[in-house]
């Protein structure tokens, strides 16, 4: 018999009205990032050899979303034309479960669940046809109930509104969240009705038959609550997003990062930080970034895609994206370094100053007021406030090279393409056209006039 293969059914089905948003609800971002997508993406890290996505509503805005990763994982898109219940939703799979798969139910709205938690699922069902996620709330009211007998073993699950007195006393409930045997469950599926009130196929019904059947069925729970939980409107998204950010807090923390107060803190993407780090309050990290050892984050940055080495120091209010910064460099306060900027060691960038596709050498610095697009600049080079590297013709971007120890004077326009060279100056106010050779002073400048006996202008009809 072949290996049992790894099922995931992702369900994604549902309108999510209480959102009141023309966005299907699986799609509402945690941490930047659509609720189905942080369940994809899960499913991937516990071995998903097959993903099916029972989509209903939103087919063209979730497909649309999704089409890179659905192409490079081959996900096997599953219509559930009418909402009729969660069984009926999974019934739309069958044709694509093996009798050996097992198969993992998930839930598109439900984001922060670990692979952890999936995993030790995986493990309870190993030996069993079937096997519930469940948890154990402080109030359970409104979720079906877990029913045990007197030796523990599971028999089946009630709803809310149909369980006795005695049942609604117990605190252990359904999330949904389920493995089988693929054979078994079809099996099951196959067996259900829509005998109820609301005219559905639950597929809470299966677990009283394995039970019947005389199948044991087993059970794990989730570390955390909120790893259950979904989003039905913006309130409860909300609520995910700050157990997203508060459990990314804690990973840092226990990484080696200070973080002055950890619930001011947003974490969008995959980080990573050194020890001793320290980082101030409303910090923004998003995509892949990297903090080395005993660098600083002060407040109110964005920081995005970037990568940061041990020592530097990233003042109040700046913005990076696409940038690396040396060891022991420093940027802003209030400066913004754009894709394709690198700082050498040492390297600083000061207040107000925008840097796009630059590269810095070691302790080059930018102080005050400055643009630099499209620009080479040599070690120990200083480039003095009001500087702008005129880098767009209107049609093409131009290089700009500065030398090493070069002193570019406050308010000087280089007009790429343009070398200055190494130790060369250019005069404070200079447009500079022409190249700089080593060592040399360019002064590009108009000559002043003083005219005596100057008269302002008065307001007309002054007395």
């Known amino acids: 018999m072949p290996s049992p293969v790894l099922n995931v059914v992702v369900l994604a089905a549902g309108k999510g009205t209480r959102m009141r948003s023309n966005l299907p609800k699986v799609l509402h ?3 930047q990032k659509p609720m189905v997508q942080h369940v994809l993406d899960t499913a991937l890290l516990v071995g998903a050899k097959q993903l099916q996505l029972v989509y209903g509503h939103g087919a063209e805005q979730l497909q649309a979303h999704l089409a890179e990763f659905s192409e490079q994982h081959g996900v096997t898109w599953v219509e559930q034309a009418e909402q009729l219940g969660t069984g009926h939703a999974v019934q739309q799979t069958i044709p694509n479960i093996s009798d050996n798969d097992t198969v993992l139910i998930l839930y598109g709205d439900v984001p922060l669940t670990r692979p952890e938690t999936l995993q030790n699922l995986l493990a309870a069902k190993a030996n069993n046809a079937l096997a519930l996620l469940t948890v154990t709330l402080p109030d359970p009211t409104g979720y079906g109930r877990i029913v045990r007998d007197q030796q523990g073993v599971i028999t089946g ?4 509104k149909d369980a006795s007195a005695q049942e609604r006393k117990i605190t252990e409930v359904n999330t949904g969240m389920m493995a089988a045997d693929g054979k078994a469950l ?7 009705n829509n005998n109820n009130v609301q005219g559905e196929y639950y597929l809470t019904d299966i677990v009283a038959m394995a039970a019947a059947e005389g199948v044991s069925i087993a059970s794990s729970q989730p570390a955390e609550i909120a790893e259950v939980e979904g989003a039905n409107n913006r309130v409860q998204l909300a609520a995910l997003e700050r157990a997203y950010q508060q459990r990314k807090a804690e990973e840092l923390m226990i990484a080696g990062a200070t973080l002055l107060d950890p619930a001011r803190i947003d974490v969008r993407g995959e980080v990573s930080v050194g020890e001793d780090v320290v980082i101030d309050i409303n910090v923004v990290l998003e995509g892949n970034v990297s903090i080395g050892d005993g660098a600083v984050i ?8 970037s990568q940061i080495a041990a020592g530097a120091r990233i003042k109040a209010n700046s913005v990076l994206e696409g940038a690396s910064v040396g060891e022991n460099a420093q940027v802003g306060p209030f400066a913004r370094l754009r894709p394709g900027t690198k ?13 796009k596709n630059t590269e810095f050498g070691a302790g080059a610095k930018a102080g005050h007021l400055t643009y ?4 080479q600049i040599g070690a120990g080079a200083n480039i003095g406030a009001g500087t702008i590297t005129c880098n767009y013709d209107g049609a093409n971007k131009h290089k700009t090279e500065i030398g090493a120890g070069a002193f570019i004077g406050s308010n000087s326009s280089l007009v790429a393409p343009v070398r200055i060279g190494e130790n060369a100056t250019t005069g404070a106010g200079s447009v500079v056209t022409n190249n700089v050779a080593d060592g040399e002073l360019a002064v590009g400048r108009a000559k002043q006039r003083n005219i005596s006996g100057w008269q302002r202008p008065t307001k007309k009809g002054a007395e």
Do not use: M, S, Y
């Not at 699950?157 to 809310?160: F, K, T």
């Open 372 to 375: 630099l697009g499209d620009t």
């Open 343 to 355: 700082l050498g060691n040492a390297a600083a960038v000061g207040n107000f100053v925008e840097v």
């Open 298 to 305: 002060e407040p109110n940055c964005v920081i995005r895609d």
């Open 29 to 31: 971002p945690v941490a």
């Open 186 to 192: 079809k099996r099951w599926l196959n067996q259900l």
């Open 157 to 160: 699950i009630v709803e809310h």
